[in-house]
């Protein structure tokens, strides 16, 4: 049977924001040493501003109006940034064979012209010979092709999450062994946060499956403690499912990576986390 003081445990998470899936998760949480995050969505905002468009072809309204039309139906933070900056409803164009390539980008079919929007893997992928202007601007580069010819790109930036530091500085605080970051962004952009917020190593330009075999071979190092894994997106679910605790941003976190994380962070803040150890750790040293 379950103690009392786990569903105080739980209760009192709950009264933090934080949604714990079982009283198993707290004693997990108790014992996490190293913490492992996403970049986007997770530590930042996933709110991309539009910084610069370069074009080969087409003006840079036409470049950004394609990449518009092919993210018109993906939940990416990406995706909805760049319909953001468009500005408009992309409707008046067919778009068709909508094909999202998992930590790469996505193509489409508009007006029967073939699109791919993504980074420089999906250009390379294609075959398309992309160059960068980006000038020193920070940021991540997205690409586009028009019937497998490169088009031109366009630079767009993040912010960090306001409590971005403040969680990093609160975890070392409760004794966290080890912070990581995962990405698939561009190294300039993974090495830029990692310093910012002073965390202990960063791989980026990971797809989606690189994730996972990081997180197995971080989990394979680890003595005693335990493993966490906090995402936001659809890709990271198998992450939250390998790591011994998933965490999930529950607000603008997609529902795949709330299904399978073990706990879930109501308001995306994560500072919660370290607030949240505090609790589990508490309620275990009342249950020992
Ligand atoms: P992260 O690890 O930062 O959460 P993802 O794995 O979701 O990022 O994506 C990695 C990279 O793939 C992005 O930085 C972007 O270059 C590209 N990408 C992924 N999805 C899209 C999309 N829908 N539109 C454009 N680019 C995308
Ligand atoms: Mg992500």
């Known amino acids: 049977s379950i103690p009392l003081s786990f569903f105080a445990g739980i209760g009192g ?28 969505g997770t530590l930042t905002k996933g709110v991309f501003e539009v910084s610069a468009i370069h074009t080969d072809k087409l003006d840079a309204d036409q470049l950004l109006h394609l990449a518009a039309h092919v993210e018109r139906y993906s939940t990416h933070p990406i995706a909805e940034s760049l319909r953001a900056a468009f500005g408009h409803e992309a409707d008046g164009c067919s778009v068709e064979q909508v094909e ?58 993040d912010v960090l999450k306001e409590h971005a530091k403040e969680a990093i500085t609160a975890l070392k ?11 698939g962004d561009a190294m300039k952009v993974a090495d830029k946060v990692a ?5 202990d190593t960063v791989y980026s330009q990971l797809l989606p499956q690189d994730k996972v075999a990081k ?8 003595k005693t403690g335990k493993l966490a894994f906090v995402g936001d997106g659809i890709n990271d679910a198998p992450v939250l499912s390998r790591a011994d605790v998933g ?38 040293r009342i249950v020992k």
């Open 195 to 199: 310093a910012d917020l002073q965390l």
């Open 215 to 222: 997180v197995e071979e971080l989990l394979a190092a680890q």
């Open 247 to 284: 965490i999930a941003m529950g607000a603008m976190g997609s529902d795949a990576a709330i299904e399978a994380a073990d706990i879930v962070l109501m308001d995306d803040d994560p500072l919660k986390i370290s607030i949240a150890q505090r609790v589990a750790r508490k309620t275990l």
């Open 100 to 157: 999202e390539i998992p930590g790469q980008g996505i193509r489409a079919m508009v007006n029967g012209r073939q699109v791919h929007v993504g980074n420089e893997k999906l250009m390379e992928t294609i075959g398309a010979s992309w160059h960068e202007c980006s000038h020193g601007l920070p940021g991540t580069t997205i690409h586009v092709a028009l019937d497998g010819e490169y088009a031109g790109h366009i630079i767009i930036a």
């Open 13 to 40: 998470a709950s009264r933090q924001g934080v949604l714990v899936k079982g009283s198993n998760y707290l004693e997990t949480l108790a014992e996490v040493d190293t913490v492992v995050f996403d970049k986007t």
């Open 173 to 183: 605080k409760n004794g966290i062994r080890q912070t990581v970051m995962l990405t």
